[in-house]
Every structure is written in C-alpha cells, then in structure tokens.
C-alpha cells in the first residue's frame, strides 16, 4: 500500500539547453494557484558564491565546502553534481519538510541528477522537455544570443547524446508552446496526484468511516 498519506510528489524535470524548460517550469508554477494545486521548485544547495540579485534560501542555499561535504557525509542530498569546481545538489531535509508539509516539489535537474533521485526516490515522476525538432533547437540557441558558434556546435552534440534518454521518462512533453507545455505540466501533477499509487491509502481511510454517518448528521 502506498505510504503518501497526503504528501506531496517529486516531479523531475530534464530537458537539453535551450528545449525551454526553465521557461516551462516557471509559467506552470505561475499557473499552479489558479489550478489549485500546491507545488513549488525545490531550491538547491551550493559552495558557488552568491551572485548580484541572488537571495540566500530563494535562488540557492549558500553553504561552504565543508558544510557541503558534511551534508554529502550525511546522506543529505537526493543528488549532487559539481560545475566549475563547485557543488550543486538538492537537499533531503529540505525537500521532505516541503513534501511533507503536502506540498509538491518539482526538481530541474539534468539526466543524471534524475537517475540519483530515483535511486532515493522511486515514485519520483519524470517529465522529459523535448523541443520539436534541432533545426528548432538551434534557432533558440542562436536567438538567445549567449554562445559562440562553437558553444552552439557543443549544446546541439550535447543535446543529440542526451535526448535518447528521454526513452525511460514517464511522461514527454514536445515544448513548441510555452504555455500548452505549462499547461499540461500541471495537468501531469494532477493526475498523479490522483493515481492509485499516490493516494490508494484513501480507500482505507473512507471504509474506516463506515457506521459514522449518523454522528455526522
Ligand atoms: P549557476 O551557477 O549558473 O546557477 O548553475 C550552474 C549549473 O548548476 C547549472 O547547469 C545548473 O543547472 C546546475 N545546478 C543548479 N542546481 C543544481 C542542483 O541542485 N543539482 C545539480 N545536479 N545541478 C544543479
């Protein structure tokens, strides 16, 4: 029987440089109170410097080396990777108060990342960010106006070794509009917050309710 009992769910979010998933997930959880469904991004630890704007505890959770490696010592991250000699990774205490607290929790992380935290957490939902096609994903890549031509050739390589990838994803979206994308990333939080596997713990909760309807009168 499923151990859910109203928490919420962990939805991984991957997709290649410039598919538009950063775009999608954040349209979803702008749309995410209207469709009343409670869900937020996760907020990932990191031994990188804080950056102009940046806010501790909203962009990044700040912390030293040491206090990363404590943390990896201690089993407390769902996945942790390094860029440019600093780590990046997705606190457990943190992603289980939130889960806890009933809420959600979608996690944009890279193909490897999504392979940690399934290995933690296995009813974990994988959502796989494709664009329509490179001629397309090119297009976005140059109009973003970011990389060099070089950067361009490496991201699309990148991209053309990651993609197949996408085959053991449970769910696929075709990003060609934002907003459809967003739209029916919240659809796929619906429906398995609504899937016997999440909330089969219900049935027994409602038979148990048997023989009280008149004290509720
Ligand atoms: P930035 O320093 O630009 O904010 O992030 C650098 C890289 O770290 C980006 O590619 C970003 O996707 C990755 N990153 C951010 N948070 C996490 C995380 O929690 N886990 C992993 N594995 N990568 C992350």
Redesign the pocket.
């Known amino acids: 029987m499923s151990e859910a009992r109203n928490k919420g769910i962990i939805i991984i979010v991957s997709g290649p440089s410039a598919s538009g998933k950063g775009t999608v997930v954040s349209r979803a959880l702008a749309k995410a109170d209207d469709a009343r469904i409670d869900v937020q991004l996760?907020i990932?630890?990191?031994t990188?410097g804080i950056g102009k704007g940046e806010k501790e505890g909203e962009t990044?959770f700040y912390v030293s080396k040491e206090e990363f490696e404590k943390n990896i010592a201690r089993s407390n991250l769902a996945?942790?990777?390094s860029?440019a000699g600093?780590y990046?990774?997705?606190p457990k205490d943190k992603l289980e108060e939130w889960l806890n607290s009933g809420s959600s929790v979608i996690l944009?992380?890279?193909v490897?990342?999504a392979k940690q935290v399934l290995r933690q957490y296995p009813d974990a939902v994988t959502v796989y960010i494709l664009p329509p096609s490179f001629q397309e994903l090119e297009y976005r890549l140059r109009s973003r106006g970011r990389d060099s031509e070089e950067k361009i050739k490496y991201r699309l390589a990148k991209g053309r070794d990651e993609i197949p990838e996408a085959h053991w994803y449970d769910y696929i979206l075709v990003n060609e509009i934002i907003e459809e994308s967003a739209d029916d990333l919240l659809c796929i939080i619906r429906a398995e917050l609504n899937s016997r596997r999440h909330i089969e713990y219900k049935i027994d909760e409602v038979l148990a309710t048997y023989g009280e309807e008149e004290k509720n009168d």
């Open positions: 996760s990932s630890m990191t990188r990044y996945e942790y990777n860029y600093e990046y990774g997705t944009e992380i890279d490897n990342g």
